[in-house]
């Protein structure tokens, strides 16, 4: 049987929102190049997501050359957006965790405070190697990762979703499935393997690069919101709630950490090495 191989690779610049599948990628120690170095938090300083604001779905963030963005939005004129200069950093919050951030151009705030319309500011990390430790329950001393929700990069399979969207097309909310990956926001997706192979793995390569699984990735409302429409439904939550629970935590897809850095592309194969 051939070895699995890397099906699609995706980049988020800005936390919560749309972002681009390039068919290659750079993986730095704190996850792939230009992935979730922005982010949005409202006026005490935490984390904006989609979460609580579902619309931020529908807004896209293009990466340019030297980590600048350009961002897009329903009913707004695109904004390019410049990575700050060095300046003061200001304390944010993201899941109860302060990072320091340094604060985007007023423009852009006011472009994501008109869009959501609430008080927001759109901050970068600028020094991911040092601003935000992964949890040291998981992490090796001095592994760090960027606005990302906790690890660096988030696999997922092609197989676990099939299997999934047929436990929907089972359930009480069957009209809702079947879903879509961009759900479940991954930075890689895997062809090739057994549904739900990916809960055995422990250290795997992608390509050139090897990654260790630090642990499996709990779910939160925004898989329930269609990335296409902002709107909200059950699902997947319904159906992982009753067949993919860890204790309390509603499981689908590996959080991993690079163990050095290299270029995952489209096509790779996929190799699990424990």
């Known amino acids: 049987m051939p070895n699995p191989v890397v099906r699609s690779v995706h980049v988020h610049p800005v936390k919560a929102m749309r972002g681009v599948a390039p068919a290659e990628a750079e993986v730095q120690p704190w996850g792939l190049a230009g992935d979730r170095r922005w982010t949005v938090v409202d006026a005490s300083g935490k984390v904006v997501t989609q979460r609580r604001h579902p619309r931020m779905a529908l807004a896209s963030a293009e990466p340019l050359p030297g980590g600048d963005i350009r961002v897009s939005a329903p009913g707004r004129e695109p904004l390019t957006i410049e990575v700050p200069r060095p300046s003061s950093t200001i304390r944010v919050e993201v899941f109860e965790t302060p990072v320091e951030a340094v604060p985007a151009d007023p423009a852009a705030d006011a472009w994501f405070s008109a869009y959501l319309e609430t008080e927001v500011r759109l901050v970068h990390m600028d020094d991911p190697a040092h601003r935000r430790p992964i949890d040291p329950e998981y992490a090796l001393p001095g592994e760090t990762v960027s606005?990302?929700?906790?690890?660096?990069?988030?696999?997922?399979?092609?197989?676990?979703?099939?299997?999934?969207?047929?436990?929907?097309?089972?359930?009480?909310?069957?009209?809702?499935?079947?879903?879509?990956?961009?759900?479940?926001?991954?930075?890689?997706?895997?062809?090739?393997?057994?549904?739900?192979?990916?809960?055995?793995?422990?250290?795997?390569?992608?390509?050139?690069?090897?990654?260790?699984?630090?642990?499996?990735?709990?779910?939160?409302?925004?898989?329930?919101?269609?990335?296409?429409?902002?709107?909200?439904?059950?699902?997947?939550?319904?159906?992982?709630?009753?067949?993919?629970?860890?204790?309390?935590?509603?499981?689908?897809?590996?959080?991993?950490?690079?163990?050095?850095?290299?270029?995952?592309?489209?096509?790779?194969?996929?190799?699990?090495?424990?």
């Open 147 to 274: 606005f990302a929700d906790g690890y660096p990069l988030l696999v997922t399979t092609t197989s676990s979703l099939d299997a999934l969207n047929s436990l929907i097309a089972q359930g009480d909310h069957a009209d809702e499935g079947p879903l879509p990956m961009n759900r479940f926001r991954p930075n890689v997706v895997v062809d090739g393997t057994a549904p739900w192979a990916e809960d055995g793995w422990t250290r795997l390569s992608l390509g050139e690069v090897t990654f260790r699984v630090a642990k499996s990735c709990g779910r939160c409302v925004v898989t329930t919101t269609d990335q296409g429409t902002a709107e909200r439904g059950k699902e997947p939550l319904r159906t992982l709630a009753r067949h993919r629970k860890d204790g309390s935590r509603l499981i689908f897809g590996q959080n991993l950490v690079p163990e050095h850095t290299g270029t995952i592309r489209v096509g790779d194969e996929v190799e699990i090495l424990d």
